[in-house]
């Protein structure tokens, strides 16, 4: 498929385990570990799909997802959200900042891979 | 020539004539015929009594000393008559309004009915008065004595013919002034007796005064030439006396007693001010007419050392004319007696409704207050007060020895009295004016009287001796009676004047805006200064539409227009009248009153609609249920306010405990998520990696081996995170035990530093300056330690210089110590420096391994332990310091 996905998180080892996922399926994956500057790489990368995690340093998930979602070219760029904080206003929250999937740590394994591969469809 | 004897027949005749009028009078006014009694006629010549026998005899007397000088005693009183004649139309109406009895009724009424007012004003009324007394008593004797055999005065008898004149004053004036008490205090048998006698003395003077101008002179002209001839004529005016003397004559004419009793308390209409205000301007010329050809006449013909005082009986003595001399002596007779008894009546009336009936009620059970036993008391508390003051009036005669001057005498009784006028004036017209400050107005300015005018009127070494004339009391200069505060070359009489009254003034004022009025007080001054606003001498009872409307508009805005109209509307109904203005009969009055009483407190609603119907004043009754109604007012909105406050207070407290509260749950939620993120983070990747060495078959042995040991990190990461969790949760509940134990503190930090077990695995230089020094303390050695080896690990994991270095220092602060931790890493950036010690706070954490804990138990940690730890960013890098207290590093020596 080699479809394109950026990894914004800060966490080394989840970007590991993800990393590893997703490139045994064949994507091309790239990460990002800044939150401040997270919006800048989506806009050079124009990625297939975002991982974005919630607690990033320097600049929130939400408020990336904001940002992003203003600017017009990526208000149907597939955004899956990962957060640890597991609570139910976070969600809330994301949603209406306008995220595609919303997930909660941990996840299985199994989940984060189905829900990458229905936004890719979706979006296409 | 005409005997004593003969003189005191007549005298008796003109008595009885006197008399006879009186009682008269009396009988018609009880009958209710007496309205002829109270014309403005009678009211105008009833003022007369200012001129005493000292401006029968003391004028002429005084021009031949003074010049034209005397015209100011007539001046004065002209001026308030024509200038100040709203002054006296105000006066009068209080006086009616409130029903005062007497000057120190008015004032005490003003202040808030307060009897030490009145006790006050009374004292200082009999004793400002008193020399007045004497005045009369001296010129009677003086000019019986004329007429005796001898011709020359003779003291013996001088003195015999007083006592028994001031006897037969007493009987008068007992006789016709407390015959029976009145509750408005009129007297009209007096009051004709003295308009007849104020006829006499005029007749009197003015045929003196034709007989020496036509009889002696030869006509107008002549006398002109004569008194541009006589030293009269070349008197010059001391303009500073002439200016003083018009006012105090002014002064005293508003404030003496007796003036006060015929313009107010006999005054039965408004309206004869207005006639009186030209009429008695008029009389006070005519008397004055002849004062000046008398004296002129009298200094020509009369050998050189006679009495000028006298020369109104004297000049017609040595011209032959028996007959006039009769009526001139009748004039001075008049012109005293009348004087006497007024003055006495409105004296004997303050000092036993002031003095004697509040100390007789005050010793009387209250069962004894039966109306006859009052009356009775009343009755004989006037007689004895004429009595005593007339009795003092003489004994004052005796003492000043009878030589003075007739105006020096009078001058100073005026000055006394004239120390009422600021607390009257300043009552009437200002509405700060306080009690108190009328009080010591009144006191300073009578003490300044009493020390530089009436005692030195007895002369040196009667009263004061000659030693305090020359020099002062105790030798002080500028306390000599009549050169005070060293001002010297004064006339006495202006120096009395001027001390007095400023002193007193300024007094007044000052106390009245320093003190606050009470409530009766505040109500009493609004009556009197607005008493324009308030009385309703003007307006008509019978004009029952005008009530109406005036009640109207009172219920408005009491009621509201629209309850008003609607309650006077159905009345109006009920009478059978079109539209909304009812007759004001005596059952809607007091329907009205009811409903007013509703919102205004029945006291004040009865006071409101008395003001309007009943045309008279509030009573003092009134007042007092006002002023009580305001009080409860007052007491209840004091409370309401105190109820109020509280209740804001309560307020407050709850709105600061929900802001402490909701910024707790805001807290607890962000410590929350912390924690849920902190044990996540590990949760995941241990997950995600069991699940992929679990799913993944063909995964090769350095990645088996990496991703177990990944999960083996993250499993140590989150024990230590729980571990932590509960060292602070134990820290912060307070319920960790010291474990107190004496150690040196550089040993605590060599096994801090070997704990921490960085010195040989990691690149970072430790420098443990003074390692082997001993520094005992006392304290919990392993949470100290615990300290120390998390600001060594900290420093360990994230000093990013080339070549990281510690310097562990121990300094002495204050009695107490300091461990500094100095490292050379970047310095945290200012904004992060507040957060730091805060949980979960993780400054350039690259690895992700701490939980962002180890700092805020740190200070949990140094709180329990008495210390505290700080940072500091330094120049090359950053130090935390350990604060350990006084007792801590003592404990141990």
Same mark, same amino acid.
């Given at each position: 498929m080699g479809k394109h996905v950026l990894l914004v998180e800060d966490e080394i080892n989840i970007i590991e385990a993800i990393q590893f996922l997703l490139s045994r399926e064949g994507w091309k994956v790239d990460t990002h570990s800044d939150g401040a500057t997270a919006v800048d790489k989506v806009r050079a990368m124009k990625p297939d799909l975002v991982v974005l995690d919630y607690m990033l340093p320097g600049k929130n998930g939400i408020d990336i997802l904001t940002e992003l979602r203003a600017d017009p070219e990526f208000t149907r760029l597939p955004i899956l959200m990962l957060t640890a904080r597991g609570q139910g206003r976070d969600r809330e929250l994301a949603e209406r900042a306008g995220v595609s999937r919303f997930m909660t740590k941990p996840f299985s394994n199994t989940e984060v891979m189905t829900a990458v591969r229905d936004l890719v469809q979706l979006a296409q | 020539?005409?005997?004593?004897?003969?003189?005191?027949?007549?005298?008796?005749?003109?008595?009885?004539?006197?008399?006879?009028?009186?009682?008269?009078?009396?009988?018609?006014?009880?009958?209710?015929?007496?309205?002829?009694?109270?014309?403005?006629?009678?009211?105008?010549?009833?003022?007369?009594?200012?001129?005493?026998?000292?401006?029968?005899?003391?004028?002429?007397?005084?021009?031949?000393?003074?010049?034209?000088?005397?015209?100011?005693?007539?001046?004065?009183?002209?001026?308030?008559?024509?200038?100040?004649?709203?002054?006296?139309?105000?006066?009068?109406?209080?006086?009616?309004?409130?029903?005062?009895?007497?000057?120190?009724?008015?004032?005490?009424?003003?202040?808030?009915?307060?009897?030490?007012?009145?006790?006050?004003?009374?004292?200082?009324?009999?004793?400002?008065?008193?020399?007045?007394?004497?005045?009369?008593?001296?010129?009677?004797?003086?000019?019986?004595?004329?007429? =005796?055999?001898?011709?020359?005065?003779?003291?013996?008898?001088?003195?015999?013919?007083?006592?028994?004149?001031?006897?037969?004053?007493?009987?008068?004036?007992?006789?016709?002034?407390?015959?029976?008490?009145?509750?408005?205090?009129?007297?009209?048998?007096?009051?004709?007796?003295?308009?007849?006698?104020?006829?006499?003395?005029?007749?009197?003077?003015?045929?003196?005064?034709?007989?020496?101008?036509?009889?002696?002179?030869?006509?107008?002209?002549?006398?002109?030439?004569?008194?541009?001839?006589?030293?009269?004529?070349?008197?010059?005016?001391?303009?500073?006396?002439?200016?003083?003397?018009?006012?105090?004559?002014?002064?005293?004419?508003?404030?003496?007693?007796?003036?006060?009793?015929?313009?107010?308390?006999?005054?039965?209409?408004?309206?004869?001010?207005?006639?009186?205000?030209?009429?008695?301007?008029?009389?006070?010329?005519?008397?004055?007419?002849?004062?000046?050809?008398?004296?002129?006449?009298?200094?020509?013909?009369?050998?050189?050392?006679?009495n000028p005082?006298?020369?109104?009986?004297?000049?017609?003595?040595?011209?032959?004319?028996?007959?006039?001399?009769?009526?001139?002596?009748?004039?001075?007779?008049?012109?005293?007696?009348?004087?006497?008894?007024?003055?006495?009546?409105?004296?004997?009336?303050?000092?036993?409704?002031?003095?004697?009936?509040?100390?007789?009620?005050?010793?009387?059970?209250?069962?004894?207050?039966? =109306?006859?036993?009052?009356?009775?008391?009343?009755?004989?508390?006037?007689?004895?007060?004429?009595?005593?003051?007339?009795?003092?009036?003489?004994?004052?005669?005796?003492?000043?020895?009878?030589?003075?001057?007739?105006?020096?005498?009078?001058?100073?009784?005026?000055?006394?009295?004239?120390?009422?006028?600021?607390?009257?004036?300043?009552?009437?017209?200002?509405?700060?004016?306080?009690?108190?400050?009328?009080?010591?107005?009144?006191?300073?300015?009578?003490?300044?009287?009493?020390?530089?005018?009436?005692?030195?009127?007895?002369?040196?070494?009667?009263?004061?001796?000659?030693?305090?004339?020359?020099?002062?009391?105790?030798?002080?200069?500028?306390?000599?009676?009549?050169?005070?505060?060293?001002?010297?070359g004064i006339d006495p009489t202006v120096h009395a004047m001027v001390w007095s009254l400023s002193l007193n003034t300024a007094v007044f004022i000052a106390v009245s805006l320093v003190t606050f009025p009470t409530p009766l007080e505040r109500l009493q001054g609004a009556q009197f200064v607005n008493i324009f606003d308030h009385s309703t001498q003007a307006r008509g009872w019978d004009a029952a539409l005008a009530t109406s409307e005036d009640l109207m508009i009172m219920a408005q805005r009491i009621l509201g227009p629209a309850d008003a109209l609607a309650l006077f509307r159905a009345e109006a109904q009920r009478q059978g009248l079109t539209g909304h203005l009812p007759e004001p009969t005596q059952g809607f009055l007091q329907t009205l009153e009811r409903e007013l009483a509703g919102s205004v407190g029945s006291a004040t609603a009865h006071a409101m609609i008395s003001q309007l119907v009943g045309g008279t004043s509030v009573s003092v009754e009134d007042l007092m249920a006002v002023a009580d109604e305001s009080a409860q007012i007052l007491e209840y909105s004091n409370r309401l306010e105190a109820k109020s406050a509280e209740l804001s207070r309560t307020a407050r407290q709850l709105r600061e405990a929900n802001q402490k509260l909701t910024a707790l749950s805001v807290q607890k939620d962000a410590f929350l998520g912390q924690i849920s993120h902190e044990l996540r983070t590990p949760m995941t990747s241990i997950r995600s990696f069991s699940e992929i060495l679990r799913d993944t078959d063909k995964l090769d042995q350095a990645d088996k081996t990496k991703y177990a040991s990944i999960i083996h990190g993250e499993t140590i990461r989150l024990t230590r995170l729980l571990d932590d969790l509960l060292d602070l949760s134990v820290l912060e509940n307070g319920q960790v035990s010291l474990n107190l134990e004496h150690g040196n503190l550089h040993a605590v930090i060599e096994r801090a530093l070997l704990s921490a077990g960085g010195a040989h695995t990691t690149p970072l230089r430790i420098d443990h300056v003074g390692a082997d020094t001993d520094v005992p303390l006392c304290t919990d050695l392993d949470r100290l330690r615990q300290v120390f080896i998390n600001l060594i690990t900290n420093a360990q994991k994230y000093c990013t210089a080339a070549e990281p270095s510690l310097t562990v220092t121990v300094l002495q602060h204050n009695g107490g110590l300091q461990v500094v931790f100095h490292d050379n890493g970047t310095p945290i950036p200012a904004d992060a420096r507040a957060l730091i010690f805060e949980k979960f706070s993780r400054i350039n954490d690259k690895d992700g391994s701490g939980a962002g804990l180890g700092l805020a138990i740190c200070r949990e940690i140094m709180a329990r332990l008495g210390g505290d730890i700080t940072y500091e960013s330094r120049a090359d890098g950053n130090a935390f310091i350990v604060h350990l207290p006084g007792q801590v590093a003592l404990a141990a020596q």
């Open positions: - | 020539m005409i005997s004593v004897n003969q003189l005191l027949g007549v005298s008796l005749v003109y008595v009885a004539f006197l008399f006879a009028i009186a009682f008269f009078a009396e009988r018609a006014s009880i009958r209710g015929k007496g309205s002829w009694l109270r014309s403005p006629t009678v009211y105008t010549l009833s003022l007369s009594i200012y001129c005493t026998a000292w401006t029968f005899y003391g004028a002429v007397g005084y021009a031949a000393r003074s010049g034209m000088e005397f015209v100011t005693i007539y001046l004065g009183p002209s001026l308030v008559m024509i200038g100040w004649w709203w002054v006296l139309r105000k006066l009068v109406r209080i006086g009616r309004a409130q029903r005062a009895t007497s000057v120190a009724d008015l004032i005490s009424a003003r202040y808030g009915k307060s009897n030490l007012l009145a006790i006050v004003v009374t004292v200082m009324a009999v004793i400002g008065v008193t020399p007045y007394i004497a005045l009369q008593l001296q010129s009677v004797t003086l000019s019986l004595s004329i007429f =005796s055999e001898t011709g020359q005065p003779d003291s013996l008898s001088q003195q015999t013919a007083a006592f028994w004149v001031a006897g037969g004053l007493v009987l008068f004036t007992v006789l016709f002034g407390t015959r029976n008490l009145n509750a408005n205090e009129r007297h009209d048998g007096v009051v004709i007796a003295i308009a007849v006698e104020a006829v006499v003395k005029l007749v009197a003077l003015l045929a003196v005064g034709i007989f020496v101008v036509w009889g002696i002179a030869g006509g107008i002209g002549p006398m002109m030439e004569r008194i541009d001839n006589s030293s009269i004529g070349e008197w010059s005016m001391d303009r500073s006396r002439w200016a003083a003397l018009t006012m105090l004559s002014a002064a005293a004419f508003l404030a003496l007693p007796r003036m006060f009793q015929v313009m107010v308390v006999e005054n039965e209409d408004e309206r004869h001010l207005q006639i009186a205000s030209w009429a008695f301007p008029l009389y006070l010329m005519l008397m004055s007419l002849f004062v000046v050809p008398i004296a002129v006449v009298g200094l020509d013909i009369l050998p050189a050392g006679s005082d006298l020369f109104v009986l004297t000049v017609p003595l040595a011209e032959g004319q028996g007959g006039l001399a009769t009526l001139s002596f009748l004039g001075g007779f008049s012109s005293a007696t009348s004087m006497v008894i007024v003055a006495t009546l409105a004296l004997s009336t303050m000092v036993s409704n002031h003095v004697v009936m509040p100390v007789w009620l005050s010793t009387q059970a209250e069962g004894a207050q039966v =109306s006859g036993d009052v009356r009775n008391v009343v009755i004989l508390a006037r007689r004895a007060s004429i009595l005593m003051i007339i009795f003092f009036g003489y004994i004052y005669y005796r003492l000043s020895g009878g030589g003075a001057a007739l105006a020096a005498i009078g001058l100073i009784s005026f000055v006394g009295v004239a120390q009422f006028l600021p607390a009257m004036l300043g009552g009437i017209f200002w509405r700060g004016a306080t009690r108190w400050g009328a009080l010591t107005g009144l006191l300073v300015g009578f003490a300044v009287w009493v020390f530089s005018s009436l005692l030195p009127s007895f002369g040196p070494d009667a009263v004061l001796s000659a030693a305090v004339f020359e020099q002062g009391i105790g030798g002080l200069p500028w306390l000599r009676p009549q050169a005070l505060f060293g001002i010297e």
